[in-house]
């Protein structure tokens, strides 16, 4: 089958590094998304890594190793508003297949 | 430019009552989509479609029906909400197929189903 895989919670302190890490196991594979989504509102888009290796934007860096299976989404300089849910989603065989999303809490 | 809209925001239907999620989007993106998405869990695709008068469906269509008469307009149906339909519905639309392309997101609208 196909499976996504992502930490439940996390927390960090405002000012710090966080990491979120994905791991998938999905049958093709068209490229990786990484979507912020914070309470009440809708997903917005942050990333998108379809080759190895890290893609930096602002604050925020994405990895992907496809022969591994993983990606990670790195954080810096944590802000209060960083304060949401993050999805992982792997493009696969033209589907999208969807993590339950990790929901990082910044604390003062 | 909106992006994409959905009305209404919130709805509380009776068991067994119908009614119609309204989605428009104005970017003339051929893909459009609709999730529920149900607390603590991952979004799932309840149907998709890919042009005007094309339409499929996805992990969860039971209980639904879309329609495509124009690319920006993709109305969800509901037929006898049943409780289980309580949920967050979001529709998004992209520009190229599902899995290879951004895909950008209405608000969502909240029904509960009593």
């Known amino acids: 089958g196909q499976n996504i895989d992502q930490p439940t919670e996390m927390t960090a302190t405002e000012g710090a590094i966080v990491q979120i890490n994905c791991t998938y196991q999905?049958?093709?594979?068209?490229?990786l998304f990484w979507y912020q989504q914070h309470a009440g509102e809708a997903p917005t888009f942050l990333s998108y890594?379809?080759l190895d290796g890290l893609e930096e934007k602002g604050r925020f860096s994405s990895f992907l190793s496809r022969s591994k299976g993983y990606s990670y989404l790195l954080l810096k300089e944590l802000q209060m508003k960083d304060s949401a849910s993050y999805l992982c989603?792997?493009?696969?065989?033209?589907?999208?297949?969807w993590g339950a999303g990790t929901k990082l809490i910044i604390k003062p | 430019n909106a992006g994409v809209t959905q009305t209404p925001k919130f709805r509380i239907l009776k068991i067994g009552q119908s009614m119609t999620l309204q989605c428009a989007q104005d970017?003339?993106?051929?893909?459009m989509y609709w999730y529920r998405q149900d607390p603590g869990m991952g979004l799932k695709l309840i149907y998709y479609?890919?042009?005007?008068?094309?339409?499929d469906k996805g992990e969860v269509p039971n209980g639904y029906n879309v329609s495509r008469s124009t690319t920006e307009d993709f109305p969800l149906r509901l037929e006898l909400a049943a409780p289980s339909q309580t949920s967050v519905y979001f529709c998004?639309?992209?520009?190229?197929?599902?899995?290879?392309?951004?895909?950008?997101f209405g608000p969502g609208t909240r029904l509960t189903v009593l």
């Open positions: 998004a639309s992209s520009g190229l197929a599902r899995g290879t392309d951004t895909q950008y």
């Open positions: 970017m003339n993106h051929n893909y």
């Open positions: 479609s890919v042009g005007a008068g094309i339409t």
């Open positions: 999905t049958s093709g594979f068209n490229g």
């Open positions: 890594n379809v």
């Open positions: 989603a792997v493009g696969s065989n033209y589907q999208l297949i």
